[in-house]
């Protein structure tokens, strides 16, 4: 659980973890232009406006280096290494990019970058695919889209997952498996939760037909639960 106050940063880790997606699966520049261009997230005013996101996952160790500039953003420096030796397997610092081959660690080629907009990551050999996977799979860090239409406030189908889904639309079948599953983590969920709103008692999942259930918030002091479509979406979000 991601906790603290208003401007400390929260959704920064959630923009970060969409940069890396985006830099694995050749959507950088689309998600740049969606947050509003890179110089929108570059506060810094003088000097180099450069914006750098790196990751290690159990695989591999990323990072991403982008300048902001009028109009547009460069990519400075990008570079893939092995988690467990160290061994870089994809680096760049300009128009060509510095691979190994398969079957390493010696030799590495150079080869020029597909676009000068998105990373050499998302167009490496298949051999590097099992570094780069992890990378590309950062749908649940996603902030969930919250506003009239959206899915998250609606039933949802009554099941098991392990995934709230990109939009939120199985958020309450992820929160009803983690009760079923692993009653330890979903009170440590709940617990976290206390913590942030004092007046909160419990989650609820009860059945609406039509193979539907609902998500519902009980807080001390009302009567009964809460619709999400009843809470702020700060609330809902968190």
Not at 3 to 21: H, Q
Request: some cysteine; charged content about 20%; overall charge neutral.
């Amino acid at each position: 659980v991601l906790a603290g106050p208003n401007g400390s940063g929260k959704s920064s880790v959630f923009m970060a973890f969409d940069l890396i997606r985006a830099a694995a699966t050749g959507k950088l520049q689309d998600t740049f232009l969606s947050l509003g261009g890179a110089h929108s997230l570059v506060t810094r005013k003088y000097g180099v406006r450069e914006l750098e996101v790196s990751v290690r996952s159990a695989t591999s160790n990323y990072s991403l280096s982008v300048a902001a500039l009028i109009g547009g953003y460069e990519i400075v420096r990008e570079s893939l290494a092995d988690a467990t030796t160290g061994l870089k397997l994809l680096e760049s610092d300009g128009a060509l990019c510095r691979v190994v081959e398969n079957g390493g660690p010696m030799p590495s080629k150079m080869l020029p970058r597909s676009s000068a907009l998105e990373p050499a990551l998302a167009a490496a050999p298949p051999w590097l695919e099992q570094a780069r996977d992890p990378l590309r799979r950062g749908d649940r860090y996603q902030p969930i889209p919250v506003h009239d239409e959206s899915e998250v406030l609606k039933h949802q189908k009554f099941g098991l997952t392990s995934s709230p889904g990109k939009r939120g639309e199985s958020l309450g079948a992820a929160l009803y498996s983690l009760q079923q599953r692993n009653r330890e983590r979903f009170a440590l969920l709940e617990d976290s939760l206390r913590a942030v709103f004092p007046e909160f008692r419990e989650l609820k999942f009860p059945y609406v037909g039509s193979n539907s259930m609902a998500l519902q918030w009980s807080e001390s002091g009302l009567s009964s639960p809460l619709e999400l479509n009843q809470l702020s979406s700060g609330s809902i979000r968190f």
